[in-house]
């Protein structure tokens, strides 16, 4: 029932208040400071749009009956000599971000993004980030406080994404749904450094480009969740039309070249000892060739790819619980899943790094023989990029992975060489 659906995906997000673990300030460079505020998209613009699913099993849910709710969280005070007038500062600032991340659930769900965007403009201006005391003060202390704020954002966006989204999979989750989040996710972090530059006159520069750190890996996470429906629409429209041509140029690749190009980069990436299935190049002629319908190239996906590559292949490294009392080191971003670098820093991220390297040469090599079809080939790639990562971040434990969105594929490495036999590998 819808009630019961909606008591369930409240509860997800009905948890106990979470001290935040102390993050010391980093010192990282200015932020961009060129980025407009751009217009936000609206929902009128994609037609009548069904609201989002409260779980799988509830297509019809609505805004009404999902009651979004915004994580809880205080700020660790711990250890610091406070006065009274600045514990009732940051008692303050808690009420207060809360309220701004709570309007922000509701507005999303309520598919009202220029509101999301008015707020966050309200929030950060000089006149009221003023009258917080540690912005102006904390960071003598290494930021103890103000810090802190960057992680709350963790939290609040991965709870954002997952109700958002809580299945990619969903059969029936709304494409032009999934539109306006792919365009909202791009929109976000323009209007998260153009409210920030607000009051640059208080806020350091290097705290600044922390808290838009974790701001891009949202919007990296929200937009690759939101391809997965969308991308995976369209392709099970484009696929039946186009297969049969985009299975002629499959056959034209050239095996010692792309074999060439990925020994060249396993020298240079020599601690990534992921490999990319054998079967891999044969598998995806035979989807093409049989014009295979997106429930087969998503069977595929899972048994080859995420089951052995990602699901079963060792114990993620590097993870950070929300609620971790330990602190984290003055170059960690408390992206959920970043330790070190890169995206939870298991065998799962090596193997995306690979792949997306591997699916580079191949698009690299049928713009050289002049296919018609590199439009489908990236969006088809994209999908499974989308799909791998989604993944890894689950088998992490959280939903905003660091790693930024793939750039457009295609003119990386050598020059290939001339020849066919893609079929086989």
Request: net charge neutral; with cysteine; hydrophobic share 35%.
């Amino acid at each position: 029932s819808s009630s019961s659906s909606s008591s369930s995906t409240s509860s997800s997000l009905s948890e106990e208040k979470t001290l935040i673990p102390k993050l010391p300030l980093s010192g990282i460079s200015n932020p961009d400071s060129h980025i407009s505020s751009g217009t936000p998209p609206s929902a009128s613009s994609y037609g009548k749009i069904t609201p989002f699913c409260s779980s799988p099993h509830s297509p019809s849910s609505t805004v009404s009956n999902i009651l979004p709710r915004c994580p809880e969280f205080l700020i660790n005070t711990e250890g610091l000599a406070l006065s009274a007038p600045q514990k009732k500062s940051i008692s303050d600032f808690n009420t207060m971000y809360h309220a701004l991340h709570q309007s922000t659930f509701e507005n999303l769900m309520g598919l009202n993004l220029a509101a999301i965007r008015d707020a966050m403009f309200s929030f950060w201006t000089v006149e009221n980030i003023k009258n917080f005391w540690f912005f102006i003060e904390d960071p003598n202390n290494n930021g103890l406080v103000t810090n802190q704020i960057v992680q709350i954002d963790s939290l609040v966006y991965r709870a954002l994404i997952d109700i958002a989204i809580p299945n990619p999979f969903h059969p029936n989750f709304n494409v032009k749904l999934a539109s306006m989040l792919v365009e909202f996710s791009s929109s976000y972090s323009s209007w998260m450094n153009t409210a920030l530059n607000q009051c640059n006159s208080i806020l350091l520069p290097s705290w600044c480009e922390l808290k838009m750190k974790t701001c891009h890996s949202f919007c990296d996470s929200l937009s690759r969740r939101s391809l997965i429906p969308h991308h995976g629409s369209k392709l099970s429209e484009i696929l039946p039309q186009f297969s049969e041509f985009m299975f002629h140029d499959w056959m034209k690749l050239n095996i010692g070249f792309l074999n060439n190009q990925m020994d060249s980069w396993s020298k240079s990436n020599a601690s990534n000892t992921t490999t990319i299935p054998p079967t891999l190049l044969k598998d995806i002629a035979t989807l093409l060739r049989d014009n295979s319908p997106i429930s087969a190239w998503t069977e595929w996906v899972h048994s080859t790819l995420i089951t052995p590559k990602i699901l079963n292949a060792g114990e993620p490294t590097g993870v950070i619980s929300p609620r971790s009392p330990r602190p984290l080191s003055p170059n960690t971003t408390f992206l959920l899943g970043e330790a070190g670098g890169s995206a939870g820093g298991g065998i799962g991220d090596a193997f995306i790094k690979r792949w997306e390297y591997y699916v580079g040469q191949i698009v690299n090599y049928l713009s050289y023989v002049h296919s018609a079809y590199i439009g489908q080939y990236n969006m088809l790639f994209t999908w499974i990029d989308c799909i791998l990562h989604y993944y890894v971040q689950k088998k992490n434990g959280n939903s905003a992975g660091p790693s930024p969105m793939p750039s457009p594929r295609g003119g990386v490495g050598n020059a290939p060489g001339s020849g066919g036999n893609g079929g086989g590998n």
